[in-house]
C-alpha cells in the first residue's frame, strides 16, 4: 500500500490532526497495551517485582502508577500473574474516560455500554468494590464476556443488564453516568491490517442517532449533582462534537474540563458547514501519536446551573 492509499480514510480529518505525519507514522507502528493493575488484589509495586523476576520489564506510564507500560518486546499477557486478575491489558487511552468520570467508593454509577467491561472494572477498583455500578449492554455474548472479567478480577460491587441503552428504565438518577457508545472505531485502526482500513471507517452511517439517543438518556439519568461522561474511539465530528451539540441543544447540560492532565487537543469548533457551541473547547481529541495509544473522544457533561 502506498503513501496516497494509506492517507486516503483520514484524509477529510488532515485539517484538524495536529502533525499529520506523525499520526500516520503511528498506524504503522503496532499498538502497545498498557497493563492495568488491579489494585483491589495487588500493588503496581509487587505487581513490578513479580513481573520482573519472570523477565517482563514494566514501567509506570504518564497516566497513573497502576497503569503499566511493558518496556521490551516480552508481553506478559500469557503470564499466570495475568490469569490470576492481577492486572488485566488494555490500551492506555482507555483509561482517559474512567478517570475523567473519577466514580468514588460508595456511589452508584451506570455503564450503559460496558461490555467487555474493561472500563466498568476500572470503575470498580476506583470504587474499592463498594457502592454499585449497573453494567449495561445489548449483546449477551459480551455481557459474558464482561462477567468473566469482574469475576476474574475479584470484583463484587457489579450487577448487570441489558437494555437498550436509550430506553434504560428512568426509575432512579445515578451519581455518575458512563456512555462509551458504540462507534465507528476510527481510533483503533491501529489494530487492524492496512487492507481493512476503509471499510472500518465508512461502515456504520447509522451511528451517529443512535449515539445521540444514548446520550440523551444518560443525561436523563443523572442525578442533580451528577456527572456523565461521553466517549467514543473514533475521530468523526458527527459521531462527537455533533452529538454533544445535540444534547447542549435539547437538555441543560454542560461540558466541564476533563480535570486530568494528559497530551490531548481540543474538541473541535466548526466542522463542515457546522458551528460548534464554545464549550466543545472543554473536549479531548486523543490522537494515536499523542499517548502512543488508540484515538479517543471524550466529554464531561454535568445539569447546567440554569435550565435552557
Ligand atoms: C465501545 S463498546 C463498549 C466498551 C466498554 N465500555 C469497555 O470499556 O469494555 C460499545 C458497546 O455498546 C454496546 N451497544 C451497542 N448498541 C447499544 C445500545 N443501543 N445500548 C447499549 N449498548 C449498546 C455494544 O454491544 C458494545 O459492547
Known amino acids: 500500500m502506498n503513501l496516497a492509499e494509506r492517507r486516503t480514510p483520514f484524509r477529510e480529518y488532515e485539517s484538524f490532526i495536529p502533525d499529520v505525519d506523525a499520526f500516520y507514522e503511528s498506524l504503522n507502528t503496532p499498538l502497545i497495551?498498557?497493563?492495568?493493575?488491579?489494585?483491589?488484589?495487588?500493588?503496581?509495586?509487587?505487581?513490578?517485582?513479580l513481573l520482573q523476576q519472570r523477565g517482563y520489564g514494566v514501567k509506570p506510564s504518564c497516566l497513573a502508577g497502576y497503569l503499566l507500560e511493558p518496556d521490551g518486546s516480552e508481553r506478559p499477557g500469557d503470564s499466570l500473574e495475568a490469569g490470576l486478575g492481577y492486572f488485566l491489558s488494555q490500551?492506555?487511552?482507555?483509561?482517559?474516560?474512567?478517570?475523567?468520570?473519577?466514580?468514588?467508593?460508595?456511589?452508584?454509577?451506570?455503564d450503559l455500554c460496558a461490555a467487555p467491561g474493561?472500563?466498568?472494572?476500572?470503575?470498580?477498583?476506583?470504587?474499592?468494590?463498594?457502592?454499585?455500578?449497573?453494567?449495561?449492554?445489548?449483546?449477551?455474548?459480551r455481557l459474558r464476556a464482561l462477567q468473566h472479567n469482574v469475576k476474574k478480577l475479584g470484583i463484587t460491587n457489579v450487577v448487570t443488564t441489558s437494555y437498550a441503552g436509550q430506553?434504560?428504565?428512568?426509575?432512579?438518577?445515578?451519581?455518575?453516568?458512563l456512555a462509551d457508545v458504540p462507534c465507528s472505531g476510527e481510533g483503533t485502526v491501529r489494530f487492524l491490517p492496512p487492507?481493512?482500513?476503509r471499510a472500518h471507517r465508512t461502515?456504520?452511517?447509522?451511528?451517529?442517532?443512535?449515539?445521540?439517543n444514548l446520550l440523551?438518556?444518560?443525561?436523563?439519568?443523572?442525578?442533580?449533582n451528577g456527572v456523565l461522561v461521553y466517549s467514543t474511539c473514533t475521530y468523526n465530528p458527527d459521531e462527537n462534537e455533533g452529538v454533544i451539540q445535540h444534547l447542549l441543544d435539547n437538555r441543560p447540560a454542560e461540558v466541564m474540563p476533563i480535570g486530568i492532565s494528559a497530551t490531548h487537543s481540543p474538541g473541535l469548533l466548526r466542522w463542515k458547514d457546522r458551528d460548534y457551541d464554545r464549550q466543545m473547547e472543554r473536549c479531548w481529541r486523543i490522537y494515536p501519536h499523542q499517548?502512543?495509544?488508540?484515538?479517543?473522544?471524550?466529554?464531561k457533561i454535568r445539569r447546567g446551573s440554569s435550565p435552557k
Open 33 to 49: 497495551r498498557c497493563l492495568r493493575v488491579n489494585t483491589l488484589r495487588i500493588t503496581p509495586f509487587d505487581l513490578t517485582e
Open 91 to 110: 490500551a492506555l487511552t482507555s483509561a482517559i474516560p474512567v478517570m475523567a468520570l473519577d466514580p468514588k467508593c460508595g456511589q452508584f454509577v451506570c
Open 118 to 141: 474493561c472500563k466498568t472494572t476500572h470503575m470498580a477498583q476506583l470504587m474499592n468494590n463498594q457502592g454499585l455500578i449497573v453494567a449495561n449492554d445489548t449483546k449477551e455474548k
Open 167 to 177: 430506553d434504560f428504565p428512568r426509575r432512579r438518577r445515578f451519581d455518575r453516568v
Open 195 to 197: 487492507s481493512s482500513r
Open 203 to 212: 461502515a456504520q452511517p447509522y451511528l451517529p442517532e443512535t449515539q445521540r
Open 216 to 224: 440523551i438518556r444518560a443525561f436523563d439519568l443523572l442525578d442533580d
Open 291 to 299: 499517548l502512543n495509544s488508540v484515538g479517543f473522544f471524550v466529554a
